[in-house]
Each structure stands twice: as C-alpha cells, then as structure tokens.
C-alpha cells in the first residue's frame, strides 16, 4: 500500500509486479516486446499503485503529449461547437486530449490564443482561421513544429491541409430554386461579410442572380440585435419593390428573420418565402417548417481531426520540420427543402 500524497514511480510498479525496470517501462508504453503474463502483472501493479508515467518527462524526451490544440471562433455558437465535439471523439480514439480556444473572429485574439496552445505543446492543431489571407497566421504556419488542418475556412497560399465545405455551389443551387419557383427579387440577407464563408455565399448568390438577369438586393448589415433586423425587413418589406423571397447567410441570419416576419404578422411563404444557410434545432417543426442549406458539421470536425492524426502517423520517426503541400479536401452541402422556400411536399437534395 502506497503512502498517501506520495507518487509511485515505475520502479514501485516493477517491484510489485516482479518484472525488471525495462520490461515495466515497455508494458506502460504499449506493451511492445512483453510477454502476456508479465504485461497482466505489470497492468495489476499499476492500478494497485495509481501509477501515472510522468508526463513531464516523456515530453523533455520528445515524446507526443497526446494533446491537440483546437482554435474555434466560438464554443457558443453551435456549429463550431459541433465541429469540437467531432474532432474530441476522433481525439479520444487516439487517446489524446482535445484542447479548446476561442478567437472571437478578432486576430489579436487568434494569435495570443495560439502562443497560449503552443505552451501545452499540443502534438498538433485544428484550426478554424479569422482571416484566410492572414500575413501573422500564416507566419506562424511557416514556422510550425507542429502538423495544423484548418476546417471551415482555409488559410490561403499556405498549402496546409484543409477541410471546407462548398459554400459557393451550395448559395448558389439555394439562390436557383428559389428562382425555379418564380421570384424575381431575392434579398440576400446576413451579416459578417468579411470572413470568408459568407463571402463565398455571396458569391454564390450573385452569380445565380445575374445568370437568371434577376437584380441583386444584398443586406450585410445584420446585427444580432432583434430590433434592429426587425427595423430593416420592415424597411425592405415597405419599399417600392419588396422582396419576394429572402435567403439569409446563417442559421442565426435565419432565425431573426423568421422571428421579425412572425413579429411583423408577414406570412411565410404566400407574402415572403424564406430560406437560409445552415440547419438549426427546430427548423423542421416551425410552421412553416424552413428550408435550408445543410452543412455536414460533424463530418466537418472529424475529417479534420482524422486528416491531422494521419498526418502526425505519417511524422513517426520523420522530422518534424518537413512541409507538404494539400488539396483541399472539400465535402458538399445539402439542400433540405421544406415549406418556407414554397415547396408544398417536404423533399431532399444535395447541392453538390
């Protein structure tokens, strides 16, 4: 029996199992080259003893801290949320731990975020970038001891791997039904035009826009103050030539939206139709039920997760400072259509 507050060392634990100190030392570190019965006395010991190997020491060693660094705009926000929850699940699988920072979409923040993940020396780092075209970030990249996935968003020219999901071809399959069903004024309606999916949206949209010849009504101002969203659909509602139909950038976009119409006593879709980008809870069982484009987000987080540990299998034995060059891996969006867009009978289809 061990004294209390005192640590065991793995000599206690050869001792107890009657093992050498090497044969103990390779049964706790993967049971390599250790026969079955010493491995089963040396697993007894261990949790007789509560032994803990010293993780400070294997890391002066150069060995992995079986930690990985993941930097998300948000834990609040439920896509990134899901995205974290995914990559934690592939993380476990190889019985590392997942550590979580936010940027809040500011690059100050990103960065002294990064210098605080590098402290723990995760063995490597998910990375969800405020600014794809960022000089510090990609600085930082270069400079990298580590193998980093950015997810979402890509950090453009660094030729890091990345896993990204079309925004592009899905805004503008989105913008198409909504023209398929006869509305010639869409408002695109959204806020956050600076990051980089969003601006893809956009994208999307005026492209479909200006190949049908229908005119652009674009709305980036959009706050998450109720009021204020509330403020401009009346506006718009009220002008010379209202909008038909409103396709909104994200699932909070869509929310406030639906939220202000209800407010406003505008029916959906006989007066307005509406769809927007990006599932949320309860979008199915609203009445009407919303259409909308749906972003595979767990399969978002645990692409990247599995794509960097396959990345750091690849490193074993290899040096550390050897940079490769990755094609984005890019999953497609799906369009979940329901009532709000007009469509009478629930149906399914991808947008890529």
């Not at 019965?37 to 010991?45: D, I, M, P, T």
């Not at 990103?110 to 490597?124: A, I, K, N, Y």
């Not at 767990?298 to 990345?311: H, V």
Request: proline share 5%; charged share 20%.
């Amino acid at each position: 029996m061990r004294k209390t507050g005192v640590h065991s060392t793995l000599a206690d634990v050869a001792r107890m199992a009657g093992v050498g100190l090497a044969t103990a030392s390779r049964a706790v570190n993967g049971g390599t080259n250790v026969s079955p019965a010493a491995l089963k006395k040396v697993e007894s010991a261990v949790r007789q003893l509560g032994y803990m190997p010293n993780e400070a020491a294997r890391i002066l060693k150069g060995a992995r801290t079986k930690s990985v660094g993941l930097l998300v705009p948000s834990i609040a926000d439920s896509f990134f949320a899901s995205c974290a929850e995914a990559a934690g699940k592939v993380a476990r699988l190889h019985d590392s731990l997942l550590i979580v920072a936010v940027s809040n979409n500011q690059r100050d923040t990103e960065m002294s975020s990064l210098e605080v993940l590098m402290r723990h020396r995760p063995d490597g780092l998910l990375i969800a970038p405020s600014d794809p075209a960022s000089g510090r970030l990609r600085a930082f990249m270069r400079n990298r001891s580590v193998p980093i996935v950015t997810f979402d968003r890509p950090l453009l020219g660094d030729g890091c791997a990345s896993v990204l999901t079309d925004n592009f071809v899905a805004a503008r399959n989105a913008t198409v039904h909504l023209i398929e069903h006869g509305y010639k004024r869409i408002l695109c309606f959204g806020g956050e035009a600076e990051l980089y999916t969003i601006k893809e949206r956009l994208r999307g949209y005026r492209q479909a826009m200006e190949e049908a010849g229908r005119p652009l009504l674009i709305d980036t101002t959009l706050s998450d103050d109720a009021a204020s969203v509330e403020r401009s659909l009346k506006s718009h509602l009220a002008s010379r030539k209202p909008p038909e139909a409103i396709f909104t950038l994200k699932n909070s976009a869509t929310i406030a939206t639906f939220q202000a119409l209800q407010r406003l006593g505008v029916s959906v879709p006989s007066t307005v139709a509406l769809l927007g980008f990006d599932d949320f809870a309860l979008a199915g069982t609203l009445r009407p039920s919303i259409s909308v484009v749906q972003q595979p987000i767990e399969d978002l987080g645990r692409k990247a997760a599995e794509l960097l540990f396959a990345q750091l299998g690849h490193m074993q034995g290899a040096s550390r400072s050897k940079k490769n060059k990755y094609e984005p891996m890019v999953l497609p969006n799906r369009l979940l259509l329901r009532h709000s867009c007009g469509c009478k009978v629930r149906a399914t289809g991808t947008t890529g």
